[in-house]
C-alpha cells in the first residue's frame, strides 16, 4: 500500500500476493490507520498465503476507506469492539437471547452496579462462549444458563430445576462451581469445586449431575 | 515529563522450541482441537484453522487468525508465533493475554527453549510541535541535524535478557511517537511475565521522558 495515496501497491513485480513483511500490512484490509510495515509485527515471517486471503482485484479505495466487492469495510476498533460485532452477528450458534445478553454484558462499565464493580472482561465473554459451546455440542440435552456479571468483572452461569441449581462462577484461571440439591426430607445440600476451564470432562459432568444424568456430585 | 496517550499498540512473541518437533510428533490434530476449543469464544471456527503438510518432515505449519486477520497464529516444527495488531485500550490487553496464554497453554507438551516479546506502540503527544520538541530533547541539542529519534539497551534481570527500546517518529500520527519494545526470556510465558514487560516498557519511557497517561488525563 502506499502511504501517501492509499492504494494498494504490487512491489514484487509480479501481479501476484505480496510477500515478505509487506505482507502483514495487506491481509488485514480494515486496519486504521496505516502504519508502515517496518513499525508493524512481523506477521508469519516466512509469509505463507493463506487460502482464504481475499484476492487483490477485490480491492478498492475510494477516499482513503477501503472497500472490498463495492462495498466499504467498517474501520477496526479493537479485539474487544470486534467481540462484541461477532456476537451481534449471531455466527455462534447459541441463541439470540444469549447473545443479546453478551452484548449488555459487554457495554457496562465500571461501577455498572452503583459502586466500584469492574466492567465485564472480554475474554470473560469469550471464555462463557467456549464453553457453553463446548456442553452444547458435547451433551444431547443442554439449556442455556442464566448469565449474570461479577463484580469482579466475571461471569455468572446459573441453571436452575425443581431439585438442582447450578453456579458457574469465573475466575482469573478457573470456573467455581456451586451445585445445590433438595433431598428426599427437605434439607438442602451444597457441593463446590474449582474446576480448570480445560478440564472438559469435569465441566460436562457437573452439568450431567444438575439435569439428572448423575445421581451424586460427580467431582472429587 | 511529557504526557504521552497510547492511541493503537501492537504485540507478537515468537517462541523456539528446544527441539524441532518432525511432522509425525507433531500431534497437529490434537493441537487444532485444543485450539478450537479454546478460542470458539473468540470466533474460531474448524474450517478456519489450516494445515500446511510440507514435505511431511519438518516443513509444515498450523495456521488460523481471529479478529479480522488482526491477530494470526503461527505453529512450526521449530517454534510458534502470535501477533496481534492495532490493538486500542487496556480491555485490548486482557483479550491479549488471554489469546497468548491460551495459545501456548495449547502447545505446552512442546519445551521452549527461548522466546521474544516484543511491543509496538504509537503514542500521541499532543500536538506535532510538542512532539518534535521531545524527540529533539533525545540527543545533544547543538547539533546541526537534529536527533528524531533513539534506541536504548536496558540491561538484563532476573526474567528478560537485555531489553531493545527505540523512539521514532510515528507514521500513524502526525503528533506521535513510535515506540518498539522487545526483549527475550527463557522462563515460559505467564501472567507474571507480561505484567514485568509493561513495568520495563513504562520505566524505559519514564527514563526517557515520557509518562504514559489515559486518554481521559490527558
Redesign the interface.
Known sequence: MN?KTGTLVDRSGLGGEPSGVLA?RE??P???????AS????????A?P???RPRREFFSNNNNRIQVAGSPLNE????????RS?YVSG??GLSSKMCQRLVELLALQRGWDGGMAM?F???E???????L??LNSTLPRFNEPFLAPTIAGFAQLEWHNKQRTLEFEGTSDAWSIVGSETKMRGERVYHQADVSR?D?EELVAAYRWFDGAELLWPII | MINATTK?Y???LTNWFAEAVPYREAGLEGIAK?LL???????LRPL?I?Q?AGDRLFDY?L?F?L??????F?L?AEGS?A???????D??A??????LLGFL?SLSERRTRESNL?A?V?ASLGSAEERDRFLRTLGATDRKISVAGLVLYSPADETFQEARFLV?R????PDGV?L?WAARFSEPLTQEVLTKAVSSFKRLSDEIGLEFVSPQAS
Open positions: 502511504a502483514s491481509v488485514c480494515r486496519t486504521t490507520p496505516f502504519v508502515a513499525q508493524q509485527p512481523r506477521f508469519f515471517d516466512f505463507q493463506v487460502s482464504t477496526f476498533e479493537g479485539f474487544s469492539h470486534e467481540l461477532l455466527r455462534l466492567p472482561k472480554p475474554e465473554a469469550a471464555h462463557t462462549v467456549s464453553l459451546i463446548m480445560s472438559i | 493503537q501492537s504485540v507478537s485444543k476449543r479454546k478460542f470458539s469464544g473468540y470466533g478456519e489450516f500446511r505449519d495456521t487468525s479478529f479480522n486477520r488482526n491477530s494470526t503461527r512450526t508465533h501477533a496481534f495488531q492495532n490493538a486500542l485500550g480491555k485490548d486482557g483479550v491479549i493475554t488471554d489469546c497453554d516484543e509496538f504509537h521514532d510515528s507514521l500513524a500520527l513510535f518498539n
